[in-house]
Nanobody, 119 residues
Framework: QVQLVESGGGLVQPGGSLRPSCAAS????????MAWYRQAPGKERELVAH???????AYADTVKGRFTASRDNAKNTVYLQMNSLKSEDTATYYC?????????????WGQGTQVTVSS
């Protein structure tokens, strides 16, 4: 059974920083892409950063230059360094993994971590 667990969200003032992480565990044979999404109240879930197993990381225009995603393949963990946070970054942040487990390639989601940017 595959699990994705996010941590590292919280409350931060505008202009501050946070670095949530997402660890994938279980019977994982291969990890393809991983990604960060976010969903604010009353809005659709949107892609924040797409982290392929190789190649360039893609970011939403709204976070370019402020957010940096990284990946530790040995730990099946992805990180999202968020700097210069704005109130509009307030959302629940979800991790998604495109993983191969027990003969099946599927899309797996974490439970989410809340990020609140407020003074």
């Amino acid at each position: 059974q595959v699990q994705l667990v996010e941590s590292g969200g919280g409350l931060v003032q505008p202009g501050g920083s946070l670095r949530p992480s997402c660890a994938a565990s279980g019977s994982i044979s291969s990890t393809y892409a991983m990604a960060w999404y976010r969903q604010a109240p009353g809005k659709e879930r949107e892609l924040v950063a797409h982290v392929p197993s190789g190649g360039s990381i893609a970011y939403a225009d709204t976070v370019k230059g402020r957010f940096t995603a990284s990946r530790d393949n040995a730990k099946n963990t992805v990180y999202l360094q968020m700097n210069s946070l704005k109130s509009e970054d307030t959302a629940t942040y979800y991790c998604n993994g495109d993983l191969y487990s027990n003969g099946y390639r599927g899309s797996y989601w974490g439970q989410g971590t809340q990020v609140t940017v407020s003074s």
